[in-house]
Every structure is written in structure tokens, then in C-alpha cells.
């Protein structure tokens, strides 16, 4: 019988914000797979190990998933890799994916699942805490209460966006583009926190949008709340 | 010296989707609150008691927080619940406020946090697992993928908002008025699918808008993703 793929977040990075779930399902399958060249040098792994020593004893599987935006190319990688993951699971081994967050938000894991799954495999998804979630418990905010709206917008979307809704926004991954962002941003006329590196040691929180530079970096999530 | 008044999401019903440091802060500390009359009957101590057994045998504090729709009613229990939390902050022991999914999104304890807060004690939160999240692993499918926005809208909002953003809708305890919900789903195009009762027991999972009935049960769930 074909193993079964998981999916598990490993949360933004403080390894106690992982699951218990998370934490066995890990423990108790044998091979780990995760994007990039080598498992033990991706964020993910390195969250993981923290709260799992004996993954460090693991059959790791890489699944190389290099950021291109060619379509065609992208779709090429997500096949390999799929295949390199069914291969595995033809043995009759499960294989669990470890992605950053949550697994069903912004996760490479979903172009895999889709493939693996079409092709007749089971898979399972395991959830982790999303980083505009651990972001606002660190600014030590609500990120919505009673009936505000929540509105989550990816990096390359952001400045497309117009920041009209009603409630609170969350920008991802807002690092690129930050003078324009800002602008967008001032325009909302809401209040502005950031966080860049959420529960890494070189985490930086901003209280105000005159405090974000216009050269943060990449894993930089902005809240912008209704005053 | 006073307390730390810990605000702690305890995820949507699994209690392995509790993460380790919710089990770590519970387990540490001696007087765990929650909203409601009696802290055995709330659904956060029915999870929170299943990851922490020895929760059964610490000093709890229930937190009258009813639902009611006047604003100086809400504000003057939410005054009557911060003082019930900081006579125990006084005596120099912490408080862990427990609440069902994240702690910032929509929880009860963001109101007792704001008041407490203002009266010069340390709070903080702890993350949890929101509902949406679970949702979606449970339906085995991605929240959002690529370069996708997503929006969650409460409740109450539900039939205000014209969902004709791009991306994924939550739309959070819709169970009252599912017809006329249902209505602007199929006016939005987007695919439909429903948890009720998401990690509970009594879950159920509808996989359409047709399977959706129109009395469904409060706790549900929709999410609605772009085809």
C-alpha cells in the first residue's frame, strides 16, 4: 500500500508556537521533505529540529522549488518534485512536507498536493500558526474584535490593492517596494504596525508607519488597523 | 509585584492543534479564566483539559461575558471581568485567559486585555489555530495559493459584504440567515464549500453550496475560493 504525503506547518518560527500534532506526525514518520537544496538549511527544518531533535536523524528529501515566475518553469519543478515525493510514497512510506505557517496559506506544499492527489496518492493537511497571527500576539494586538473584517494580501498584490475595505489589512512578505507601499498605506488613513523576521533573532518591531524604513526586508508583515 | 494577565488561544476543537507553548503557559501557571459562568462548561476548557489534564485541579476563573447587543451593557461587564482578573493579578499571580482559535482574531479576551492594559498591568498573548485554518485542512485544500488575497468576514458582516474581491472569502459563523448568505455565494461565482462544527465530534463537512441546508448550526464555517 503507497504511503500517505503530509502537509505541516511548522508555524513562523518560535518552535513552541508548533503543534502537538505537528510535533507526532513529524516524530512519527521517517522521511521529511521540505523546498530547497537542503533540508537542513531551510527555515522550516531549522524551526523543526528545535522542537524535534531526532528529525535530525531523519531520511531528508529534497524538493527543489526555486522562485521562478515563468509558469511553465514552475510547473516542470512542481512535477519533479512530486514525482521525487511519489517515488517514496510507491514504498509504502508516508512523506511529511514541513512549510513555514500554516500549510493551507501561501504554502508551496499546495502545488504539490494537487499533483500528488491527482495522481491517485492520499495526502493530509496539518495546521501551523500563520505568521499575521504570531506577528500581532508579538505587537501584542487584536488583529480583529467584533465585527471588523480581515483582509490578507500577498507581496506582489500589495500594491495593487487598494486598502479600501472596511477592518483590518495584513500585508505579506511587504519587504519589496516599501516607499510605494508606504504611500498606499498613509493613504488608508489606518494605523500602521510592523513586524520584519516575526520570532527570529533579528526580529524588529515598528509602532508606526513614520518608524518602517523604505528598506526593510523580505519577511517584513505589516497591520494596518481601522483607527 | 502584580501578575501577567496571559491571553491564550487554544485552536478550534482538536486539542493537538494546541500548540506547546499554550500547553507550556497553561501547565505553569495556577488560575486559568475563561468567558462563562462556569469554566468546565466552556469549549476552550473542554479542549485546553485534554492536552493538560492537571488543568482539572487548578483555581479557575469564570468571566461572566454574555452576548448581548448593547454597547454600555458589553463595556460594563467587560469592566465587572477586568477587575475579577486583576484582584488575582494583585495578589502577585498570573492569569491565562483561554479562548477558542487564535487570541487575535475575534476573541472575547481583546476587550479585557484593552482594559487591564490601560490600568498598568503586563498582558500577552499566545497564539492559537483559527478556525480557518483548521477548516481548511479538514476539507484537504489550500486557503489561498500564489498571489491570492483573503478575506474573512464575521458574522454579523456576512450579508453586508458584496464578496466581489478577488480571492478566498471565510465567512465565519454564518450559520444565522444561510438562505439569503447562500444567495450572495451564488451571486459570487466562487467555489463553496462548509465545515460545521469544525474538530468537534458533530463535525460535518458540505463539499458544495447545493449541500449546504439552510438552518445550519452556528459554529459553520464557508469558505469561498476563485474557480
Known amino acids: 500500500m503507497a504511503g500517505i504525503l503530509f502537509g505541516v506547518g511548522v508555524g513562523p518560527g ?21 523546498p530547497g537544496d537542503d533540508v537542513r538549511e531551510t527555515v522550516a527544518y531549522k524551526i523543526a529540529v528545535q522542537a524535534v531533535p531526532e528529525l ?32 517514496v510514497l510507491d ?12 500549510s493551507t496559506i501561501y504554502s508551496t506544499f499546495s502545488y504539490l498536493q494537487e499533483i500528488v492527489e491527482a495522481d491517485g496518492y ?17 505587537l501584542n494586538i487584536p488583529l480583529t474584535e467584533w465585527q471588523e473584517q480581515l483582509h490578507v494580501i500577498p ?13 483590518t489589512y495584513v500585508l505579506m ?9 508606504k504611500k498606499l498605506l498613509a493613504e488608508s488613513g489606518k494605523k500602521v504596525r510592523m513586524v520584519e523576521n516575526c520570532g527570529m533573532p533579528d526580529e524588529k518591531i515598528y509602532g508606526s508607519l513614520d ?10 508583515l505589516i497591520i494596518a488597523k481601522e483607527l
Chains 1, 2 share one sequence.
Open 155 to 167: 507581496a506582489r498584490q500589495n500594491l495593487k490593492a487598494k486598502l479600501d475595505q472596511p477592518g
Open 173 to 181: 512578505k511587504s519587504g519589496s517596494r516599501m516607499a510605494q507601499t
Open 122 to 138: 492520499e495526502t493530509r493537511l496539518v495546521s501551523g500558526i500563520p505568521s499575521f497571527c504570531a506577528a500581532a500576539a508579538k
Open 14 to 34: 518560535d518552535p513552541e508556537l508548533m503543534t502537538l500534532k505537528a510535533v507526532r506526525v513529524i516524530r512519527e514518520n521517517d522521511v521529511i521533505a521540505a
Open 211 to 220: 518608524e518602517i524604513p523604505d528598506n526593510a526586508g523580505y519577511f517584513s
Open 56 to 87: 535530525a536523524e531523519k531520511e531528508l528529501l529534497p524538493i527543489r522549488m526555486p522562485m521562478v515566475m515563468d509558469k511553465e518553469e514552475q510547473k516542470k519543478n512542481h512535477r519533479l518534485g512530486a514525482k521525487q515525493i511519489e517515488n
Open 91 to 102: 514504498q509504502g512510506k508516508n512523506v511529511v512536507f514541513i512549510t513555514l505557517g500554516d
